[in-house]
């Protein structure tokens, strides 16, 4: 997902948004603003490396949680296994996000278009300056439209006709 962000061709108000509002996790970094640099890594909460007798998971938990300690409404656009690293506290403050697909009136969900429509999210939220949960239900962007009778307050359900 944060690949295929055109960092080069960001403007500058776009580039002070992924600064000050987009972080990416990493069981290898912990939490880091968007525009840091990272080398590219496939270690994930799953493996059973141990730091300091611990797994990577509860290394990681305090880090994880001060970096949004002070955050009062957070997007969160992580999988299951990287949002269970942060605390219960810090879990109940996140807006999460669901990507369907309208096929033959049968909404599905299919990781690969998932993944694809969490990128194109994130751009939209970019572009947008979104800041509330209010103007992100009123984002279209890559055939996805917000769906309020799938939706709750703290899952936003975005569904796209295939």
């Not at 970094?29 to 525009?35: D, H, I, K, R």
């Not at 490396?49 to 938990?61: D, E, P, Q």
């Not at 605390?87 to 033959?104: D, G, L, P, Q, Y």
Request: proline share 2%; net charge positive.
């Amino acid at each position: 997902m944060y690949r295929h962000i055109k960092r080069d061709e960001l403007t500058e108000t776009e580039r002070v948004y992924l600064k000050n509002h987009v972080f990416i996790t990493s069981a290898l970094y912990g939490v880091v603003p968007a525009l840091s640099p990272m080398a590219p890594h496939r270690l994930d909460f799953l493996m059973k490396l141990k730091v300091a007798g611990k797994t990577l998971r509860s290394h990681w938990r305090p880090f994880y949680d001060e970096a949004l300690q002070g955050e009062e409404l957070i997007f969160s656009l992580l999988s299951s296994e990287f949002e269970t690293v942060f605390s219960r506290e810090i879990r109940e403050k996140m807006v999460t996000f669901k990507f369907m697909e309208n096929k033959a009136e049968q909404l599905k969900i299919h990781s690969t278009i998932s993944k694809k429509a969490r990128g194109a999210f994130l751009t939209a939220l970019i572009e947008g300056q979104v800041q509330t949960v209010e103007q992100t239900r009123k984002l279209s962007f890559a055939g996805f439209e917000y769906r309020s009778d799938l939706s709750s307050d703290l899952e936003l359900v975005f569904v796209k006709q295939a």
